[in-house]
């Protein structure tokens, strides 16, 4: 089964007034929605825009894998376990708050920050902290959050290039740019929206094909 969620249709967050937009695709904060709290290990996937000197103050955060993937611009992390580092597009960002951590989120550079953070449910709570930056990240490399039974693809294709879909028990699928078309239904996607694939058979050979220069982020999940 293949469910279209589409970019319109996430809930505004942030504080526009200080530079924070947020853009939910999952119920989130005072946005309530019973029927969209999480998708397999998925919790949150939240498109970020910081203006130049916005940010999130020190906040914590426990029993979940927060994996960022900075679209442009540059992001400041720094958190209770001594990390500290400066992300980059096309950079990979995983900290694993386990028990509990606290950090903050800032833009200090010169131009705006645009950023997707997706939120996972481990597999089994609690532990110590972790953090990781894996700097460049190579389409062919996926990269494993094993605390949560999940692989994140990253798929850059040219205008007409096409690739397979994980064939997974889920599958989410998030467009970051440019457009596509999914499947043999040829479901369109625009920037900012989202396919959830549920079912090894559904997802089997389910292409994705690409009307212009594209950027996915695509979760492969076991649903454990």
Do not use: K
């Amino acid at each position: 089964m293949i469910d279209v969620r589409r970019s319109i249709d996430r809930y505004r967050g942030g504080e526009p007034g200080t530079g924070i937009e947020t853009f939910h695709a999952f119920s989130f904060g005072p946005h309530y929605d019973p029927d969209n709290l999480r998708f397999a290990a998925v919790l949150a996937c939240n498109e970020e825009r910081l203006a130049p000197g916005a940010g999130f103050d020190e906040h914590p955060h426990s029993h979940t894998e927060i994996v960022t993937w900075v679209v442009r611009g540059e992001l400041t992390h720094r958190d209770s376990a001594g990390h500290a580092s400066v992300v980059r597009a096309g950079d990979v960002q995983h900290l694993s708050a386990a028990g509990g951590v606290r950090h903050v989120e800032r833009n200090d550079g010169a131009d705006p920050l645009v950023f997707i953070q997706t939120w996972l449910s481990p597999l089994t709570p609690g532990g110590e902290p972790s953090y990781e930056v894996v700097h460049g990240i190579a389409d062919s490399t996926p990269y494993a959050i094993p605390a949560a039974g999940a692989l994140l693809h990253i798929r850059r294709l040219t205008p007409s290039e096409r690739t397979a879909l994980p064939a997974a028990p889920f599958v989410y699928v998030h467009l970051v740019r440019g457009e596509v078309r999914l499947g043999d239904e040829q479901l369109e996607l625009s920037e900012g929206d989202a396919a959830r694939i549920t079912g090894v058979e559904g997802a089997q050979g389910l292409e994705v094909v690409a009307d212009a220069g594209s950027e996915l982020l695509v979760w492969e999940m076991t649903g454990e």
